[in-house]
């Protein structure tokens, strides 16, 4: 029988869990500094195709192989940043895509060893629309969306290597453009996470938005205006963490439910994911 968890993650010590079936035989290693991670300020964690473990930290990348850390640091035509944010593993190539917090996207291909790096250029209208990343997600059609901490949202198409852009500008009802984080509906729906805004539901096709805020006299409203977190989990509920505890936003009936539990009430959530056991 399959035990599926949600967990989240607050103030980067605290683990909360809320299960269909719980379970509470966790085996917990600390890796840390004396491990050799090169901080332990950790901003993301992904898994690669060949099963290695990425840490984004504030002090480098690290790689984890299950025995030992490999980590790497800002060198001229490699990494460009050690302050890193966000990570992605591309969803066919063996790419890791990294986001920095002030200069721009890395990709690294770790077949070869070797970086690329995108920027902003003013003078391409293409390019990356700010160097300050907070976050990378996949996008529903098999690409990459990017949020910036004051530029709005890019989408980046691998093979055309073009960013298009959605920011308060050209998006109607958006309303602003500092943003954690971003969740791909499909069918051209695209949610985001404010940093001081709420949540907002922007269909790409129109390019019109909906905005969601906290309402401290409506009940089915976000517990914060700060989004940190957004993820869907394999029944379709959307899971939206913020600076305050967590909610759930059906999109079918456009309603927002806060989720109260005693372990996260109040608390910042950072990350949202599912543990299959």
């Known amino acids: 029988m399959k035990h599926w968890l ?11 869990i809320y299960a269909a079936q719980s379970r509470t035989d966790f085996d917990v290693k600390k890796l ?15 898994q ?12 480098g990348l690290n790689r984890f192989d299950g025995s030992r850390f490999i980590s790497y640091y800002k060198s001229p035509g490699q990494l460009t ?11 066919k190539r063996p790419i890791l895509w990294i986001g920095t917090r002030d200069r721009g996207l890395n990709a690294f291909n770790y077949a070869t060893n070797t970086f ?12 990356l629309i700010a160097n300050e990343i907070t976050y990378l997600t996949r996008a529903y059609d098999g690409n990459m969306w990017i949020t910036t901490y004051n530029s709005g949202l890019d989408h980046f198409n691998y093979k ?10 050209n998006v109607k009802g958006l309303p602003d453009d500092d943003l954690w984080c971003a969740l791909d509906l499909g069918d051209g729906l695209i949610l985001v996470g404010h940093i001081h805004h709420g949540l907002t539901l922007i269909n790409t096709h129109t390019r019109k938005a909906k905005n969601y805020r906290a309402n401290s006299i409506q009940p089915s409203s976000l517990m914060s205006d700060e989004v940190n977190s957004l993820y869907q989990d394999p029944f379709g509920n959307i899971w939206v963490g913020t600076s305050k505890g967590l ?11 806060p989720i109260h539990h005693p372990q996260i009430d109040g608390h910042r959530i950072f990350t949202i994911g599912i543990s299959e056991n």
């Open 81 to 91: 940043d050690n302050n890193i944010r966000s990570l992605l593993d591309d969803p």
């Open 32 to 46: 840390g500094l004396r491990e050799g991670l090169s901080s332990n300020y950790i901003l993301d964690i992904k």
């Open 116 to 127: 690329k790096n995108y920027r902003h250029n003013n003078q391409d209208r293409y390019s």
């Open 247 to 257: 909610c759930l936003y059906d999109y079918a009936t456009d309603k927002i439910t």
């Open 48 to 59: 690669d195709k060949w099963g290695f473990m990425w840490f984004a930290t504030e002090q």
């Open 160 to 169: 055309t290597g073009k960013f298009t852009h959605y920011n308060s500008k």
């Open 6 to 16: 949600l967990f989240a993650f607050y103030y980067l010590l605290s683990l909360s």
